[in-house]
């Protein structure tokens, strides 16, 4: 079963860092645009941040441009998304999403694929 | 950056009844690049329609999506038990990938 499973997630200060964590498996990641996307408790979803498949194109919010780092490593099937400098409005499940393509396109920020999420909480 | 505008906020129907949700871009969306996500509690989001009007993988056809331009809209025909969630549409053509703010669809 094609699989996301995000880690890393805690409660930390304002001001700090953490490191989030998404290993996939059954599924060719190298071959994947991914992203992070975020849901403030009761809230909508927001994206924060995509890599193209080598890591050539990065993309990030406004939000967290500049305090968010993403990263990926294709030979450990994971994706990461280092976050420093954090705020309470930071505060939120924090999502790793595949890319959605069909048999003959991808939309590399449309998704189907789904991690549970991990919960990143800013607080003194 | 493209706002996403989705109403009603919350739409209060009943098993059987044809439900309409409408997604409003603040400018045009690249070429029809406009999603629709199903999400119930406790749950992730679920893609139902890409290019604006093409279902997903498994997605009953009784879920429907049309509109071009800034007006989008997403159609279930005859509700289901199981359809009462949250609705997100989200544009994926120009960064940043943004989402509306969702409809809640309730069981009336």
């Known amino acids: 079963e094609v699989q996301l499973v995000e880690s890393g997630g805690g409660l930390v200060k304002p001001g700090g860092s953490l490191r989030l964590s998404c290993a996939a498996s059954?599924?060719?990641?190298?071959?994947?645009?991914m992203n992070w996307v975020r849901q403030a408790p009761g809230k909508g979803l927001e994206w924060v941040s995509s890599i193209s498949l080598s890591s050539t194109y990065i993309y990030y919010a406004d939000s967290v441009k500049g305090r968010f780092t993403i990263s990926r490593d294709n030979a450990q099937n994971s994706l990461y998304l280092q976050m420093n400098s954090l705020r309470a409005e930071d505060t939120a499940l924090y999502y790793c999403?595949?890319?959605?393509?069909?048999?003959?396109?991808?939309?590399?920020?449309?998704?189907?694929?789904w991690g549970q999420g991990t919960m990143v909480t800013v607080s003194s | 950056e493209i706002v996403l505008t989705q109403s009603p906020g919350t739409l209060s129907l009943s098993p059987g009844e044809r439900a309409t949700l409408s997604c409003r871009a603040s400018q045009s969306v690249t070429s029809s690049s406009l999603a629709w996500y199903q999400q119930k509690p406790g749950q992730v989001p679920r893609l139902l329609i890409y290019g604006a009007s093409s279902r997903a993988t498994g997605i009953p056809d009784r879920f429907s999506g049309s509109g071009s331009g800034t007006d989008f809209t997403l159609t279930i025909s005859r509700l289901e038990p199981e359809d009462f969630a949250v609705y997100y549409c989200?544009?994926?053509?120009?960064?940043?990938?943004?989402f509306g703010q969702g409809t809640k669809l309730e069981i009336k």
């Open positions: 989200q544009q994926y053509g120009s960064s940043p990938y943004t």
């Open positions: 059954e599924f060719t990641f190298s071959s994947y645009t």
């Open positions: 999403a595949r890319e959605f393509c069909t048999n003959d396109l991808c939309y590399s920020h449309a998704f189907d694929v």
